[in-house]
């Protein structure tokens, strides 16, 4: 294993070590009405994924946010790519899309419950529109920052439209549009968990916000265990992935 | 100890490795004494540590091995007071005004409201920023930049200026006049000068005395004495000996910087960024 | 007025007008959705009313707190944090994953840490913020050219000195950045918090009117909302474009 790897091996180890001695400690202060220590939610949580009633809320989930975040990406990228080379358009729209980004959007359930209903359609609306615009905006800056020179050396090169695209433009502006891709995940998992919460009957974001409703302790630090452990897992995988390419690109 | 203004015994600088390596031999060993009042150059091939050699004497890097004596007091990584330094790259405060910058060196002395803007006034005045007192940084042009980088550190009234490439980015013509400025400067002042410029006739004019480095790691390979009368500005380029200490300091210094380019061929970058 | 700014407008006027349009024709009916006209008149009846002035003023000025808490906290931890490289590596995995996990999991911990007052809420305002502020100064910090720290050894500021006047006045922007994100992750937090578990604030109203298809009500406030944190948003954005623009940006 390389040093660099070893590092951040070390690193995640201490990191997971801290934050599980500031939980236990933090239960030891709070007390059991308020939460559970980590090894009473670890045995809680590996009982509660191996109940018939969970995996559908799993399921139902990860189907939700997975469409959600295929909206997400493919509408964000076109938007980004369209407004990134169009300069009217950006100077137009970029604003908007900057203060629609600085929407408190929890605001905005009801009436997307009004408009979908309850269910399905809803959450991945939710989810959606978390997503959109984080990727839309560094997909946007990804554009508009690959340095003229490159698309000058292609052009000596004698590229056609495609070659340009392929090997020019896509590459440059690759490491920031990950970057995008890694923001939009982030939030539309949590736009996604959102409007299961506010929005839905089923879902973990459902069994969570019912958790709170009956103040089931139990429930609420699995469950929230659970996203915990995905999201950090996921991210983590991603900003290593993030890293890389910004460490190739100037 | 000795009487002189600054004095440097056996420096050496070894910027240590990141991975716990062999480091990398920057600077020496130098021994160097410079008079009180005296207007000292460096000139040296690039990336030779001669802004290394300045960072060591202003006390913004500890030396490797040796002593740095400033006044008779050791330098030791910590900034004395009565030194002012013009740093290669734009040292501007983005976010203040021509006249704010200036200014902020003022922050600490013990000067009535007034008096300080007076000085401001003046060294604003003598740098020849007045009509951009109120202008911010980014309206200037890079040679006015630096202008305002050099008037903070006047302001100060420092006994020992350490200008890393001042001129740097100015044109040749421009470059001829801020000679003379700076050399006005200096005899007004009576501050100890120290130079470092890649410009050989720069070096020439300015300058007492010019030490030439050798390649990294930077060494003084060569100390020439110019005998200009204190009073003189650029036209002593006319004279007959320029010539004579131009060639002889390009003589010593083109055999080091022909070392450093098949340095750099070899894949050794020495070029900041 | 500039073109930029016509079309803007124009896209805007239209939008809007498309909204009124379709709700005219009935493709959008009542139940879902007002008129936008109609929901301005309502926001000024309601407004005038002050019927719902306890609620504003209480999300309002707990959403203010809990983003004041969050700047300074925030800017405090990133100035600590900057210089120790392992301790950041550590904590950038944390960063990179606490945006995508909902806070909201641990209201109800506050809620039993700090009773049922406004404490909770605030908290969970707070818990939003403060990340937002700390990555994007930190970001900032990273950014102060290595020239600028130097003169301020040269000028021989101390450590303090160094961060007000020379690292922090240089990462400016970036502060600004995450004040923008706080701003807009406070009121999630607030309004989030309220809609869950509170007895009161434009939340709670909210909700409360879904559930009494009291349109006149929700969707006045929900506007209102809206405009004051695209307000906020676009005043800072304004002050980000004068201090770049005095570097040349
Ligand atoms: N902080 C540092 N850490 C490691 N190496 C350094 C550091 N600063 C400088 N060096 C190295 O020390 C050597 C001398 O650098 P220095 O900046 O003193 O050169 P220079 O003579 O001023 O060059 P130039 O004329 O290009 O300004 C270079 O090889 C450089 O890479
Ligand atoms: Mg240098």
């Known amino acids: ?250 | 100890m000795s009487d002189a203004h600054v004095s440097l015994r056996d420096v050496t600088k070894v910027f240590p490795a990141a991975n716990g390596g062999e480091g990398l031999h920057a600077l020496g060993p130098v021994d160097l004494d410079l008079g009180k009042g005296e207007f000292f150059a460096v000139v040296g091939p690039s990336g030779c540590g001669k802004s290394t050699l300045l960072e060591v004497i202003a006390g913004l890097t500890p030396a490797s091995a040796g002593t740095v004596e400033f006044e008779g007091w050791r330098v030791d990584a910590d900034i004395p007071d009565g030194i002012g330094v013009v740093f290669q790259e734009d040292a501007c405060f983005p976010w203040l005004s021509v006249e704010q910058n200036i200014a902020f060196g003022l922050r600490k002395t013990a000067l009535a409201a007034d008096a300080k803007q007076r000085r401001v006034r003046d060294v604003i005045d003598l740098m020849g920023l007045g009509d951009f007192a109120k202008s911010y940084p980014a309206q200037l042009s890079g040679g006015m930049r630096q202008r305002v980088c050099i008037a903070r550190t006047l302001v100060t009234q420092p006994r020992l200026i350490l200008l890393d490439e001042p001129f740097g980015a100015l044109d040749q013509q421009t470059r001829l006049l801020m000679g003379d400025e700076v050399l006005r400067l200096w005899r007004q002042t009576g501050a100890t000068v120290f130079l470092i410029t890649h410009a050989l006739d720069e070096a020439t004019m300015l300058a007492d005395r010019i030490a030439v480095m050798s390649a990294r790691p930077g060494r003084l390979i060569d100390v020439v004495q110019t005998n200009w009368p204190r009073e003189r500005d650029s036209r002593i380029v006319e004279r007959a000996e320029f010539g004579a200490i131009t060639a002889r300091l390009w003589k010593t210094l083109r055999e080091e910087s022909l070392k450093t380019m098949a340095l750099k061929g070899a894949g050794q970058a020495a070029e900041p960024a | 007025m500039s073109r930029i700014t016509l079309y803007r407008v124009g896209v805007i006027a239209a939008a809007v007008l498309l909204l009124e349009l379709l709700c005219y024709v009935r493709v959008i009916d009542r139940i879902t959705m007002q008129p936008p006209h109609q929901i301005v008149r309502d926001l000024f009846v309601i407004l005038a009313s002050g019927k719902q002035n306890a609620a504003i003023l209480k999300t309002l000025s707990n959403a203010s707190i809990a983003l004041s808490l969050a700047i300074v906290v925030g800017i405090l931890a990133a100035v600590a944090l900057h210089g120790y490289r392992t301790v950041r590596e550590t904590l950038d995995p944390l960063f990179a994953t606490y945006y995508a996990v909902p806070i909201f999991a641990f209201y109800p911990l506050l809620i039993v840490l700090f009773g049922l007052g406004d404490a909770p809420q605030i908290g969970i305002g707070f818990m939003l913020g403060v990340v937002a502020v700390i990555v994007n100064t930190l970001n900032g910090l990273d950014r102060v050219p290595r020239v600028l720290r130097k003169t301020a050894r040269i000028q021989r500021l101390g450590t303090i000195e160094t961060a007000l006047k020379v690292a922090l006045p240089c990462a400016a922007p970036y502060v600004l950045t995450g004040v923008k994100f706080a701003v807009a992750y406070s009121l999630i937090g607030i309004i989030g918090a309220e809609f869950i578990m509170s007895r009161g604030g434009m939340g709670y109203e909210i909700s409360f009117a879904y559930n009494n298809f009291d349109n006149a009500t929700m969707y006045p406030l929900i506007l209102l909302i809206l405009i004051v944190s695209i307000s906020i948003n676009a005043t800072l954005s304004w002050w980000e474009k004068v201090l770049l623009a005095r570097r040349g940006l």
Not at chain 1, 32 to 54: C, G, H, K, Q, S
């Open chain 1, 1 to 250: 294993m390389s040093t660099e790897s070893w590092k951040s091996a070390r690193n995640a180890v201490v990191l997971i070590a801290c934050l599980l001695a500031g939980w236990q400690a933090l239960y030891w202060f709070a007390g059991e009405i308020a939460m559970r220590p980590p090894l009473a939610t670890l045995r809680y949580t590996a009982n509660l994924v191996t109940t018939d009633a969970f995996w559908p809320h799993l399921s139902e989930t990860m189907r939700a946010f997975a469409i959600a975040l295929a909206i997400a990406v493919a509408v964000g990228l076109l938007t980004g790519f369209w407004l990134g080379f169009h300069s009217l358009s950006r100077q137009v729209f970029e604003p908007m899309l900057v203060a629609i980004y600085s929407i408190p959007k929890i605001t905005l359930y009801p009436v997307l419950l009004l408009a979908f209903g309850l269910g399905m359609p809803a959450k991945i609306a939710f989810g959606a529109i978390h997503g959109i615009i984080p990727v839309a905006l560094f997909t946007i800056n990804a554009v508009r920052n690959i340095k003229p020179i490159l698309i000058k050396t292609g052009r000596v090169h004698r590229l056609g439209p495609l070659d340009m695209v392929r090997s020019i433009l896509f590459p440059a502006a690759l490491p920031e549009i990950f970057t995008g891709f890694r923001v939009g995940f982030s939030l539309t998992l949590i736009g996604t968990l959102l409007g299961e919460m506010f929005a839905a009957q089923r879902g973990l974001g459902y069994l969570l916000m019912t958790a709170i409703g009956l103040h089931n302790v139990d429930l609420i630090m699995a469950v929230t265990l659970l996203l915990i452990v995905f999201a950090a897992v996921v991210s983590t995988l991603l900003l290593a992935i993030d890293r890389r390419l910004h460490r190739r690109s100037v």
